[in-house]
């Protein structure tokens, strides 16, 4: 049973470019959470999907960032006129049920760098 | 505001060692704790949780103490391994000032096994 998928793993863009970095879920699981790390931090909350909807976006930067969890596919978390201070790791997680009630379980990350 | 925090950044033991690592939090209406593994260039893997209603709760190798009086958890390893090496990170479940239910993390100790 496959954990969860993240890609790309490694994302280089200039500055002005728009990023877009994909989630599958484990199997079984619709809820997401999308986590940004800065170097030798923890884990930042940005926002959480279920299918179709957003949930808690208080997160995440009210401009420049977008998020989405289509009734078929990945989820994606967009990036759009990235800047310097975007580069970071960006983790997503899934879980069975809704937060609270069940274990978060962590993708390898995609690691964004703003050139 | 509210916040998760570890007492020491860098932990070094021998192979064999016992470890502890230790994380204050400031939230007292969190509902559970979790302590993850993050290894390098990886997502941080569940280790183990504990309810709020608890002090303490074994799992293989590790244990989690929480005492409420202090705001005061950690993570015990027995038998430390070179394959423990990593940083861990503790995290807390809760709402934060009326606003919605979220998982914090803390700012991770580095533990570095010696053979």
């Known amino acids: 049973n496959a954990g969860v998928m993240q890609n790309p793993r490694h994302l280089v863009r200039r500055r002005g470019q728009e990023a877009r970095l994909r989630c599958s879920p484990m199997?079984?699981?619709?809820?997401v959470y999308w986590y940004r790390q800065l170097p030798e931090e923890g884990l930042k909350f940005m926002v959480y999907?279920?299918?179709?909807?957003?949930?808690?976006e208080s997160g995440m930067p009210k401009e420049r960032f977008s998020a989405e969890f289509p009734k078929e596919g990945p989820s994606i978390l967009r990036i759009q006129q990235v800047v310097r201070g975007d580069s970071a790791a960006y983790f997503c997680a899934s879980s069975r049920s809704p937060r609270g009630s069940d274990t978060q379980y962590f993708g390898p990350g995609t690691r964004l760098t703003v050139l | 505001g509210e916040s998760v925090g570890l007492h020491l950044p860098t932990l070094s033991v021998q192979e064999g060692d016992n470890s502890i690592i230790n994380c204050a939090y400031s939230n007292s209406a969190s509902d559970y704790f979790i302590w993850y593994k993050q290894e390098s260039g990886k997502g941080p893997q569940f280790i183990i949780d504990i309810r709020s209603n608890m002090d303490k709760r074994q799992g293989q190798r590790v244990t989690v103490l929480l005492n409420k009086t202090v705001k005061h958890l950690s993570l015990q390893i027995a038998a430390t391994q070179p394959g423990d090496s990593a940083v861990y990170f503790c995290?807390?479940?809760?709402?934060?000032?009326?606003?919605?239910?979220?998982?914090?993390f803390g700012k991770g100790t580095l533990l570095t096994v010696n053979p």
């Open positions: 995290a807390e479940f809760g709402r934060s000032g009326g606003s919605n239910y979220k998982l914090t």
């Open positions: 199997k079984g699981h619709s809820h």
């Open positions: 999907l279920q299918k179709e909807n957003i949930i808690d």
